[in-house]
């Protein structure tokens, strides 16, 4: 259990710490660093159990016990190192985070915040500490599906940290982010193709697979693509711009992200999937050549850089790329070279990082242009920033000097000793290391001894700058000075580098289990772990080896050129490059999104007929295709089924005739959502003659407040259809026949001719007594395919928000009109001055009628929407219906007011939609207790037969009638654009004493409620 504790300290710290900032402020690194260390604590046995040849240990969660697929964590010795990188420096980054923010929430840029605000680093502690759990979840996991989720969850915190920062870090997160998302897709795909040829969602198992030795173009193919993904992560050439673009992030995110985490999360999927790929030409190819060309390459931006930060993030993809050319070596050797100066990396670059920060911080500049000699002035950073840039630059004895050795030994076996690829490696790894050294002195020279200072520039003065506090500068000091003493004990990591090593090679014990082993919440032994068959033998001195003379050449011709440097700077000091990889990216992304456009350009309208359009189009096409593959083949149609017809579907064939014919012809828009109407009912009629009433009664409802809502918009709207050019309406015709043909064959083809299916026989066989429910359909909605209803209903609720969201941002305004803008509007006699006219002028006499009828009808309806609540398991109704009922009482009482009123309170269909969500998933929570999400429990009460089903149709029930009580509040109410109401010469809202009679917003509104386009004085209101 393990691994589950570590990632369970990390998600108490996310979960504290919001409380702990607020009580705190930044002090809350302190805390949040202490679980980190608890996390770290309990990584301790099982890496104990590693490194002694014993048993580890796997958390096997069932994820879907039919296809024997888990959600695993194993704690191997690869996981182990990762994870506890992840925990150690976050700590250190915690506590230095807790001085280095400043005090009015800027997260942290120098002294050069706003004042007298009260600190806030709520985002910043919560997206490091849900960073952390994304990493720890992808180096502990042995599971495709929590590995990819992990990908995903850490590139979208390191997104949200950079833009965190602030809105200049905008662009450059989100370029971070676009990169970083492409290699996660890459990743994806590999992982589906991995799934689908071993059969097993396990890492282990896949990579044990025997696949990877028969098929070599398969082999070969998915190495490629981890590689490239990794290469995403790792900043590795040509996806490396995104980590110099995100040092807009503040300093603690930079030394946690971008030194032993985000970046690390590349290098671990190296590791990874080593077992595998080690001894496979193309991986070893593709990561020796991209790793060490990006290498050199970073080296020589980052001695352009006069920025501290961007230096440190060029020579991060340097040191990156030295780690990936190793892995791609493939020997054990190689592998645990690379994992140690995966630690000694983690560590000095991660100091370096928070020392650039301290300098900002106290001198307020971090350009090596704007900094003197302020090594006198800061004697312990300056210290540590030696000792840093010492094990950058593998300058014995520090840690990174025992790595980087390892690392040119290692390089003797690419190839398997090939000489002219092992001449061709050592040359660019000595041409890079004198390079490392060459921006590590600038780091020491620019940084401190002020070399590089231009006096005309506005700099910092020395004189004023001191050493920072030691709660400041002492936690970034730590992982940057630590390597001289870990160098002097460099034995200590024989063994742990051994472990990681072998697990690199796969010849660690993998699988962690038999294949096939069950597992159910809970711990399992991984299986008896090998001996090692490699020791790692790290030391300070080889004796006189061809490594041993390299370096000593690197250290001298790096020492002359440092101090011979002014016609290198000068040299360098240009544009290498007509452009940049910001650049390339914006310009890739401009062509995708101009082809996107263009590929949109035939939809691209707000008209639903152009959609309409082109998908019905799409159809007639695909149904001519078939019907002439089918008549072509000579395929048969099966006889129908007898007894479907009825006589009243003749006329009701007539009546739906007729009004889609009327549809076609008519030019006014209410007389086609009338004759709309009289379709759905026609076809409403037809689905109750074929004997489902459930189905029947929802249509019939729907229909009832459709038409309502038709009228509301239409108001909106001009009275008639604009007319339509001669061309456009002769493709609607062609493209209505053949739609119309379209559809009659597929009705006469597949309708009717086939048997009830097995699922549908087993339904009406076996629901009663599973549900204790005779409704079939209600039971299939709450019960069965409780999921669907499920989905479904929180569609609803998010597009009630989405109405909500968007007509709430006009403002309501009410439907006042004088009797002759009335008047116009009339057809026919109805414009005379008789009572009839009078009447729709009239909103008071207009609504009596409905009056009337609301008062006696609605509390009917209220009474039968809780008996179609309660009776829906059993007869027809259920949540679904009883709502509309609901929905139509509602309906009543706004059609019986004398003006555009809201139903209800603009906050209760929100919490109607909410609530209705939350008791629906609650109830699917507490199907766990039984065995599943949503799964209902039956009993008896008072010897009547109730199902938790009816607590989920509740949820169902509030979730439709506050969809519907949305629609009547938004689109019911009289609204207008802000602009248009606000100021002295916004209408009057209230209820008139005197003055023109107002006409109706409820009943009154048919035609004459509100068309915009026959009120006097609202033209502007119209056009905006």
Known sequence: MSPVLAIAAAGLATLLAWPLTRWLGRG?????????????????????LALSGRPTEVVRIPWVPARDWTLDLFADPTGLLFAMLALVIGAIVLIYSSSYLSGGGDHGHGR?????????????????????????????????????????????????????????????????????????????????????????????????????????GFTAAIAVAVAVAAFTKSAQFPFHFWLPDAMAA??????????????????????????????????????????????????????????LKQLMAYSTVSQLGWIT?????????????AALHTVAHALFKSGLFMLVGVVDHEAGARDIRDLGPLWRRMPWTFGATVLGAGAMAAVPPTLGFVSKESMLIAFGDVAGGNTVAVTALLTAAVIGAILT????????????????????????????????????????????????????????????????????????????????????????????IDDLTYEAHFVLWHGLTLEVGLTALILVVGALLAWKRTPIDRALDRALLPFTGASVLEGLTSAATRA???????????????????????????????????????????????????????????VVAVGVLGLCVTRSRLSAAVLLSAVGIAVTIQIFGLGAPDVGLTQLLVEALTIIMFVLVLRRLPRDFITASRPRNTAAIVLAVLTGITTTIGVLVFTGRRERSPIGVYLLENSPEITGGSN?????????????????????????????????????????????????????????????????????????????????????????????????????????????????????????????????????????IGGGLVVAGLTGIGGYALGQFLQPANGYFLGQRLSSALIFDLGVYAGVLGLVMTAFNTLGAGRAPAEVVSGPDAPDTGRRKSGPRKTSGGAGTGVTGGTPGTRRGTDEEVAR
């Open 776 to 912: 079939i359909v209600n039971t299939i909605l709450v019960e069965f395919r409780a999921l669907d209803t499920f989905g479904e209903v929180a569609v609803l609720g998010v597009a009630g928000i989405a109405i909500l969201g968007v007509l709430g941002s006009v403002r309501a305004t009410a439907q006042t009109m004088d009797p002759e803008s009335v008047r116009e509007t009339l057809p026919g006699s109805a414009k005379s001055t008789g009572t009839a006219a009078e009447a729709l002028e009239d909103a008071a006499r207009n609504t009596v009628p409905l009056k009337l009828l609301a008062r006696g009808v609605t509390p009917v309806l209220a009474v039968v929407s809780v008996m179609l609540l309660w009776r829906g398991h059993n007869e027809p109704g259920g949540g679904f219906i009883a709502a509309l009922v609901a929905a139509c009482a509602f309906a009543l009482v706004y059609l019986a007011r004398e003006s555009d009123r809201p139903v209800s309170r603009r906050s209760t269909p929100v919490a109607l």
């Open 250 to 307: 503040a300093t603690p995110v930079s030394a946690y992200l971008h030194a032993a985490a985000v970046v690390k999360a590349g290098i671990f999927l190296f590791m990874r999937f080593s077992p595998a790929f080690h001894d496979v030409p193309v991986w070893n190819a593709l990561l020796v050549s991209v790793g060490m060309g990006t290498a050199v390459m970073a080296a020589v931006f980052a001695l352009q850089k006069t920025d």
């Open 28 to 48: 809350a690194g302190w805390p949040l660093a202490a679980l980190y260390l608890l996390g770290a604590s309990a990584l301790l046995w099982p890496l104990s």
């Open 596 to 654: 996107g456009r263009a590929l949109v350009r035939p939809t691209a309208s707000d008209s639903p007929a152009r959609h309409a359009g082109a998908l019905l189009a799409v159809l007639s096409v695909y149904a001519v295709g078939i019907g002439g593959w089918a008549l072509a083949t000579g395929s048969e149609i099966p006889p129908r089924v007898g007894g479907l017809e009825n006589a009243i579907d003749v006329v009701l064939l007539l």
């Open 437 to 528: 050294f060459l921006y590590c002195a600038r780091i020491v020279l620019g940084g401190f001894l002020g070399v590089y200072r231009d006096p005309a520039r506005t700099a910092a003065d020395p004189d004023e700058v001191h050493e920072a506090p030691v709660r400041l500068w002492l936690p970034a000091a730590l992982p940057a000075a630590i390597g001289l003493p870990l160098a002097l004990v460099v034995w200590v990591f024989d063994v742990p580098m051994s472990a990681v090593a072998e697990a690199a090679a796969g010849s660690f014990g993998w699988p962690p289990n038999e294949p096939g082993t069950a597992v159910v919440y809970g711990t399992a032994p991984a299986g008896t």
């Open 112 to 216: 050069r915040h706003a004042r007298g605000r009260r600190p806030q680093h709520y985002g910043f502690y919560q997206l490091m500490t849900l960073f952390t759990v994304s990493m720890l979840g992808l180096v502990l996991t042995d599971s495709m599906v929590l590995l990819y989720v992990c990908w995903e969850l850490t590139s979208l915190a390191s997104f949200a940290l950079i833009a965190n920062s602030g809105r200049p870090a905008y662009a450059a997160a989100l370029r971070t982010l676009t990169v970083t998302v492409v290699g996660g897709l890459v990743l994806l795909g590999a992982l589906v193709a991995m799934w689908l040829r071993t059969d097993t969602t396990s890492i282990s198992e896949a990579l044990a697979h025997d696949v990877w030795s028969t098929d070599p």
């Open 325 to 337: 050319a190793a892995i791609g070596v493939g020997t054990q050797e190689a592998l645990a070279a």
